[in-house]
């Protein structure tokens, strides 16, 4: 076995774009990629709106994992679980062999929380979406239902997430109930005339929104041969009857492993800027990865540490720094592109150009600023979205 060979765990985004990044800069460096399904490259963010894209789960794919390795010169271990590491010999151990490694890097992500985490009782099918696998279940029992009748959906979570498939599912058709214990959309991104113009408009679209409501109970049950899902809150109301539950309530980091190995976790593996464990050639990135304290999963900073860790890996110890970094939800019915202060800003308050909540229009920005005055974060609907590269020059950088 060759001593320098460089083992990836995983094959989202992070993982297949470090072994991208890394075969631009040198092409002859062994790559393992060991992931637990079929090692199909796509874009996760593309789930949440594949609906409107016209996009079946079989269009997701940009390529198989023997294309992938084909073309980037790498070995790809498809439905192949990392067992157990050990650090001190550098060797990785599947079910039935050993790999040994010089670097190995954690691209393993996040799994979607589940609903059981918040409601005390779950006794009918629910779904997440958090990789391509899960979306080709829940397109599959959607997509019969579909055929059937019109669709009514609960959709636990108004976050980010929970609002874009809002958008994608009502403009599909469906009808959509969305509970949350927040008390709006998007409450940990936007500011509160922002949240109401972006619940304005998804209503338009036929969307319920039930906040401050937490579940209790959810049960399937069966009538005349008809089979349904009900809700009930802890404060007794009813929801439904509907016929899909999509819970949409957030991301953990996939931790296990790396726990059991010996690294440091915390919300997720602690990472410093250059992306290093708490242990030598142990590296992890995207959205399992906690750097500097930092966590931030979405795309711009998972590609700034994967360009970081390629020139890191390929011997030129590079840390990683995040500029600015704009978010463009995918919310068609109401373009919005925001940057949300750091969580190092103390203080600071909300203004707004067009500030009037009575006002229909979406077209809306909100901008952040701290107690002396310099602008840290912006909210952009509508029109306004264009804006965005230039105030993003106005920003300073998030690490």
Not at 102 to 109: C, K, N, R, S
Not at 160 to 184: H, M, P, T, W, Y
Not at 197 to 222: D, K
Not at 352 to 366: G, N, T, V
Request: aromatic share 6%.
């Amino acid at each position: 076995m060759s001593n320098d060979r460089l083992i990836i765990i995983g094959s989202g985004l992070a993982g297949y774009n470090l072994a991208k990044e890394l075969r631009r800069l040198q092409s002859k460096r062994p790559i393992d990629i060991f992931t637990l399904d079929d090692g199909s490259f796509y874009s996760k963010p593309m789930l949440s709106n594949a609906l409107a894209k016209q996009k079946t789960p079989g269009d997701l794919p940009m390529q198989t994992a023997a294309q992938f390795a084909l073309q980037f010169n790498v070995t790809i271990h498809p439905h192949t679980p990392i067992k157990h590491i050990d650090t001190t010999q550098k060797t990785a151990y599947t079910q039935k062999h050993a790999f040994e490694y010089q670097d190995l890097v954690f691209a393993v992500g996040a799994k979607a929380r589940s609903l059981d985490q918040v409601c005390s009782e779950v006794k009918a099918p629910t779904f997440t979406v958090n990789c391509l696998s899960d979306y080709v279940l829940f397109r599959q029992h959607l997509d019969k239902l579909q055929a059937q009748k019109a669709v009514k959906v609960l959709l636990v979570g108004g976050g980010l997430i929970g609002c874009e498939f809002a958008n994608d599912l009502a403009q599909a058709g469906a009808k959509v109930s969305v509970v949350d214990i927040q008390n709006r959309c998007m409450a940990n991104q936007l500011p509160p005339v922002l949240s109401h113009t972006l619940q304005q408009a998804l209503e338009s679209l036929g969307v319920e929104f039930h906040w401050s409501t937490a579940l209790h109970q959810v049960i399937e049950q069966h009538k005349a041969e008809q089979t349904y899902i009900t809700a009930t809150t802890k404060t007794g109301h009813t929801l439904g009857p509907v016929d899909l539950v999509l819970c949409a309530i957030g991301l953990e980091p996939h931790i296990t492993l790396a726990k059991e190995c010996g690294l440091v976790v915390t919300r997720g593996i602690k990472v410093d800027q250059t992306l290093q464990g708490s242990q030598d050639h142990i590296y992890a990135l995207g959205d399992c990865a906690c750097v500097n304290g930092l966590m931030y999963q979405f795309v711009l900073p998972l590609m700034a540490c994967v360009r970081a860790l390629a020139k890191t890996l390929n011997g030129s110890t590079t840390p990683v720094s995040y500029p600015p970094m704009p978010i463009v939800v995918k919310t068609p019915i109401c373009p919005l592109v925001i940057t949300p202060p750091a969580p190092n800003v103390n203080g600071g308050h909300w203004e707004y150009e067009k500030p009037k909540q009575e006002d229909q229009s979406i077209d809306q920005k909100a901008l952040f600023k701290d107690a002396s005055g310099t602008l840290q974060g912006f909210a952009l609907m509508g029109r306004y979205t264009i804006e965005k590269n230039q105030l993003i020059k106005q920003l300073p950088p998030l690490l």
